[in-house]
Structures are given as C-alpha cells and as structure tokens.
C-alpha cells in the first residue's frame, strides 16, 4: 500500500512539473512587456528556492543594481529558478556553490557613429556541479532532452528558458567540462535597445 501511494504521489509531482512548464508556454502569448529590474526579480526566485534546498548547497549573490529590461516579469523569474534548479540538481547532496550575478556592461561592438552604446544586462549561474559533457551539450536545449531519472526532470527546463531568452532579444552562453562544474551567462538587451520584439512568444523562438 505504501509503495502505491509512494508511486502515486511521485506521477503526481511529476504531472505537476510538466504542467508548470508547459503553462509557461502557453501564457506568453499574451504578456504585457515592461520594464523590468532584473536584479530584483533574480533575488526574489532565489528566496524562494533557498528554502527548498539542502544545507549544504551555498548560494552566493552578487547582484549589482543594473538598468531595467524591457520585458515578462514571470519569464525571467522562470529562467532564473530553472537555470538555479539546474545547478542544484548537478550539486547534490554534496557541498557545493552556486554563484548568481548580474551586472550590466556596455556594448564593446557598437560603433561611435551609432551613438550612445545601451548597456547590456547579464545574468549568469555557476554551480561546482558534474559539469556537462560535450555530447550532452549539443543537446541541452532540446525540448524533452533530460538526463534525469522520471519524475525529475521533464526536459523542458532548459528550452523554456531559450525560448523566454529568444523572445526578449537576448542571447545564452553555456560552458562546461565534466568535474568542472558548468556556467550559464544570459544578456539582455537594456530597457530602450532593440525593442523589436513586439510581443512575447517562446514558441516561436
Ligand atoms: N547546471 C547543469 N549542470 C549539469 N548538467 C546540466 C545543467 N543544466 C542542465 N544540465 C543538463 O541538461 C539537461 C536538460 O536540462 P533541462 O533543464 O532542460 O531539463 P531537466 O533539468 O532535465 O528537466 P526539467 O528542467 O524539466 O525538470 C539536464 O537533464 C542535464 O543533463
Ligand atoms: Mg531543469
């Protein structure tokens, strides 16, 4: 009886997770973009995935105060508990570090003809995880591509976060090396550079 309900509530969790992300989809298609603190919403996500993290994990913030993005308030809280979840799942149990910044840096490309250079908003999450093999990085953005056991990861994780990145402008680097932990750095344009994008669609991307 225990190992049923045991089952159970492990489908159920499962089920849970997968509707969270595909309703992260699913809602962008009507979002109202604004301008958005990236720092504070960063800090935020963390709170609340502090607590439902073991002791040994250390979260270091370093989160300057950068101008706004212009953009989904809950797609960026999103990519930042995705791409946290992702560096604590790498962790374990064991000690470990993740270390969130984000800072904003101006456009080294941009010519002087063009005019003021907007800054560039950064985020990036380092963990001291497995680090990530080159045959699984080609890979990790794929929707549904997960190496996790059922029931924990759905895979979607990563391509959800490419598509909120995509949809705001914004770019994803990824470097890592098995045993030597793994750094994702994301930039988005700041609020009044490149506004192109008129309406939010991750499905799109
Ligand atoms: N920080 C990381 N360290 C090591 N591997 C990672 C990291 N981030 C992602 N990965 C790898 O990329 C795969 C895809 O990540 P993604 O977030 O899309 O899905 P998931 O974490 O497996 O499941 P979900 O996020 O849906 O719960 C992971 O299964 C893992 O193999
Ligand atoms: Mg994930």
């Known amino acids: 009886m ?7 509530t492990q489908a159920s969790s499962r089920a849970r997770d997968l509707v969270k992300q595909i309703l992260t989809f699913a809602r962008k298609q009507d979002v109202v973009k604004q301008p958005v603190d990236l720092a504070m919403v960063v800090r935020e996500a963390l709170r ?3 607590a439902s993290l073991p002791a040994t994990l250390q979260i270091v913030e370093h989160l ?3 101008p706004p993005v212009f953009g989904d308030p809950g ?3 999103q990519v930042a508990v995705n791409l946290a979840t992702n560096a604590a799942q790498a962790i374990g149990s064991v000690i470990g570090t993740i270390t969130v910044r984000v800072w904003a840096a101006r456009d080294s490309g941009a010519s002087p003809q063009r005019g003021p250079v907007e800054p560039i908003i950064y985020l990036s999450v380092a963990d001291t ?18 190496t996790k056991d059922v029931g924990e990861g759905t895979g979607l994780g990563l391509s959800v976060v490419h598509g909120i990145i995509t ?6 680097a990824v470097h890592s090396k098995p045993g030597e ?14 506004q192109a ?8 991307a």
């Open 2 to 8: 225990r190992g049923d309900m045991e089952a159970i």
């Open 48 to 50: 609340m995935l502090r």
């Open 64 to 66: 300057d105060d950068v």
């Open 75 to 77: 797609g960026l809280h």
């Open 129 to 146: 995880g497995t680090g990530i093999p080159a045959a699984t990085l080609d890979r990790i953005f794929e929707p549904f591509f997960t």
């Open 167 to 172: 949809s705001h402008g914004g770019e994803i």
């Open 181 to 194: 932990g793994t750094l994702f750095t994301i930039s988005l344009p700041a609020h009044g550079k490149g």
């Open 197 to 204: 994008v008129s309406q939010i669609n991750p499905m799109a």
